[in-house]
């Protein structure tokens, strides 16, 4: 599923491989364990995204999946589906969610890496070479996370699955008063 600001609904759950970018206020919700979540906002106009990807790149032989699957072509997507909107570099800021180590698989990266600290290390450099800076994030460790983003306000929590513990990221820079 992708949410164009069209058919936007005042809240929305992502299932991996979704991601919404819209200028409308919603509340963006998902479950993360190795995916990643990244969240980008723009106070000036009012617009925002979020994905839920689930593997860092795509490799030889990879299937057609579609744009959300995989963490580099979906940010480098939602950055020019932003900037379509009228966010700018310098006015967009980003958080970065999730990344578990959660279980081993056959994902696991040339020094070793899980594909959640993949997932993170591949969104953190493809939000650099985008020129767009990391206002917050809430990574890796061994447990999932429930995420929350409101784009109205640009507040985002994150619940430790296991414990329960909520934490409000901040995402001051960027934001604006509701």
């Given at each position: 599923?992708?949410?164009?600001?069209?058919v936007?609904?005042s809240?929305?759950?992502?299932?991996?491989?979704?991601?919404?970018?819209?200028?409308?206020?919603?509340?963006?919700?998902?479950?993360?364990?190795?995916?990643?979540?990244?969240?980008?906002f723009?106070?000036?106009?009012?617009?925002?995204?979020?994905?839920?990807?689930?593997?860092?790149?795509?490799?030889?032989?990879?299937?057609p999946?579609?744009?959300?699957?995989?963490?580099?072509?979906?940010?480098?997507?939602?950055?020019?589906?932003?900037?379509?909107?009228?966010?700018?570099?310098?006015?967009?800021?980003?958080?970065?969610?999730?990344?578990?180590?959660?279980?081993?698989?056959?994902?696991?990266g040339?020094?070793?890496?899980?594909?959640?600290?993949?997932?993170?290390?591949?969104?953190?450099?493809t939000?650099?070479?985008?020129?767009?800076?990391?206002?917050?994030?809430?990574?890796?460790?061994?447990?999932?996370?429930?995420?929350?983003?409101?784009?109205?306000?640009?507040?985002?929590?994150?619940?430790?699955?296991?414990?329960?513990?909520?934490?409000?990221?901040?995402?001051?820079?960027?934001?604006?008063?509701?």
């Amino acid at each position: 599923m992708v949410v164009e600001a069209e058919v936007a609904r005042s809240s929305c759950f992502l299932m991996p491989k979704d991601y919404v970018v819209t200028g409308k206020p919603m509340i963006v919700s998902t479950v993360l364990g190795s995916c990643v979540a990244v969240c980008l906002f723009s106070a000036m106009p009012q617009a925002a995204a979020m994905c839920h990807c689930v593997l860092p790149w795509r490799t030889p032989g990879s299937g057609p999946d579609p744009v959300g699957y995989y963490v580099d072509e979906t940010v480098q997507h939602m950055v020019a589906m932003m900037r379509k909107r009228g966010a700018v570099a310098g006015c967009t800021r980003a958080v970065l969610v999730g990344g578990s180590n959660m279980h081993e698989g056959p994902w696991i990266g040339p020094r070793g890496d899980s594909v959640g600290a993949l997932n993170v290390r591949t969104a953190r450099e493809t939000l650099g070479a985008a020129g767009l800076s990391l206002v917050a994030e809430h990574v890796g460790g061994p447990t999932g996370r429930k995420v929350r983003f409101d784009t109205l306000t640009f507040d985002i929590t994150v619940r430790l699955v296991s414990a329960g513990e909520e934490i409000v990221l901040p995402t001051a820079p960027a934001r604006r008063s509701a």
